[in-house]
């Protein structure tokens, strides 16, 4: 037997912090990256008598969540106590969710499949503990709290998955919805979108799922990828060497990639969940789940579909140019100042999205969405070439502008003049009698020869296309 002979069984747990300008329970600012201890309160460092207070926003965005990946949103839910004791959670225990989630159900459409979610629920993050850096002693830890009751959503899915390659598209697919939902920036090193995955095997053709285990520190796609990967051998090997997986928590080294034990796994009654006496329940009005549903934007898939059906772009283009909101925002302001579909697609996914692998986000990209649909029409118009027009790019790229102007100044207004041509082309011929002789004796290869010297005589302005019109008219 081997790694064939086995099925993987991986469910995801995805925690993605919600962008709201406060804190979960209290008005701390919800921000990344500022000293350590400077956003913090009573509430959330869970000072004895102090009361928590639900952020509404947080709410809508759940909501939001919920309701773009097809869940059921729960008119009524509880907030309930998780106990377990760690340095990073001062109270004791973590404000979350257990059976009354405020999402139920939905799914994650991947490609042509979707994978199904067992719910999405709120919480509070923990904070953070920090090994190194400023103010942290060699050889100890300390404890940034500015984290802690940030507002989380999990979504917990279906154990759906059956290969590493599904886990990590159907990763991928739920970081775009968030982000084009704007319900989370994503940021996976920063860590506001964490995942953390179960997963077991069993033998092909066996329905009874395998002992689980639960792997952490998975900061990237990549490295969720190569983690269950790993975990996928490592279990089929204990199996077939006559050991027993036991149900554990395991941290992922990507320098190692290898897996190691943290801790034995805990189940649902080691928290001793039982609601919170401090929150009542929550209750949302239909008329907030409409409101926010009407707010809704198109998502992937769907915007990918429109792509396709309605600006008869390739899958490809469509995939590249919707992957990415703001992407597909600029390339939908492209359009909107009267760019042919196709021809902005080519620009944008192409030559622009080349010059910004020098990692300058779309949102401080110096060429308008006006300035390169004024590009692409000099082109159509035969003002410029496509060869000179890359020029204008690099330079609209490097200093922004008006492309008109570049024109201009670099003196790269096309001829497409065709008498100007015509004229330029009868004083080629004529200087070169030889030349003319072999082409017309059926030496194709001299056409090229007379396009160059025309080109040359024009300063590199002809108009390509049409000079080689003429050139053949002329020649014969």
């Not at 377990?84 to 042509?112: A, N, T």
């Not at 709120?122 to 802690?148: I, Q, W």
Request: hydrophobic share 40%; net charge neutral; proline share 5%.
């Amino acid at each position: 037997m081997g790694v064939q002979d086995f099925e993987p069984v991986i469910g995801l747990e995805v925690h993605a912090q919600l962008k709201t300008a406060t804190k979960l329970f209290c008005s701390c600012r919800n921000t990344f990256g500022e000293a350590p201890n400077t956003h913090t309160c009573p509430i959330c460092l869970g000072h004895p008598g102090v009361l928590p207070v639900l952020n509404r926003r947080a709410v809508e965005l759940a909501v939001k969540l919920g309701l773009a990946l097809g869940a059921t949103i729960r008119a009524k839910s509880v907030f309930a106590r998780k106990n377990y004791f760690y340095p990073d959670l001062p109270k004791g225990y973590q404000i979350s969710q257990f059976d009354l989630p405020v999402c139920e159900g939905g799914r994650i459409p991947v490609g042509d499949r979707a994978f199904g979610l067992t719910r999405i629920h709120m919480e509070e993050d923990a904070g953070k503990l920090l090994h190194e850096g400023p103010g942290v002693t060699a050889g100890t830890s300390a404890v940034d709290f500015n984290r802690s009751s940030v507002p989380l959503v999990e979504i917990v899915g279906e154990p759906e998955l059956r290969s590493a390659a599904d886990a990590k598209a159907y990763l991928e697919a739920l970081h775009r919805i968030v982000v084009y939902l704007d319900v989370c920036d994503g940021n996976m090193e920063e860590g506001s979108f964490r995942c953390d995955a179960n997963v077991s095997v069993r033998p092909k053709g066996q329905e009874k799922f395998g002992t689980r285990i639960e792997l952490k520190n998975l900061n990237s796609f990549h490295n969720v990828e190569k983690a269950i990967e790993y975990e996928i051998e490592r279990q089929v090997a204990e199996i077939e060497g006559g050991g027993k997986i036991t149900q554990e928590t395991r941290n992922w080294n990507a320098d190692k990639k290898q897996s190691f034990a943290m801790r034995s796994k805990e189940e649902a009654h080691d928290y001793r969940y039982f609601p919170d006496p401090d929150l009542i329940p929550l209750q949302i009005p239909l008329e907030l789940v409409e409101r926010v549903r009407a707010s809704l934007p198109e998502l992937p898939t769907a915007k990918v579909e429109r792509y396709k059906r309605e600006l008869g772009l390739s899958q490809y283009d469509a995939d590249v140019l919707a992957s990415d909101a703001a992407k597909a925002r600029y390339y939908e302001a492209v359009l909107a100042k009267g760019a042919d579909a196709k021809q902005a697609a080519n620009w944008v996914s192409g030559d622009l999205f080349a010059l910004m692998k020098d990692g300058t986000p779309i949102a401080d990209v110096k060429v308008t969405p006006d300035a390169l649909a004024t590009l692409i029409a000099r082109i159509a118009t035969g003002a410029i070439s496509g060869k000179q027009a890359k020029d204008v790019l690099a330079e609209l790229y490097a200093n922004g502008g008006n492309p008109d102007a570049i024109i201009a100044a670099k003196g790269m207004v096309q001829i497409s003049d065709s008498a100007v041509l015509g004229k330029i082309v009868d004083e080629v011929i004529a200087a070169n009698p030889a030349q003319v002789a072999k082409y017309q004796g059926g030496d194709q290869r001299i056409l090229g020869f007379f396009i160059g010297q025309c080109m040359k005589a024009s300063g590199g302005k002809a108009n390509p296309k049409l000079l080689d019109e003429i050139v053949r008219s002329k020649l014969g």
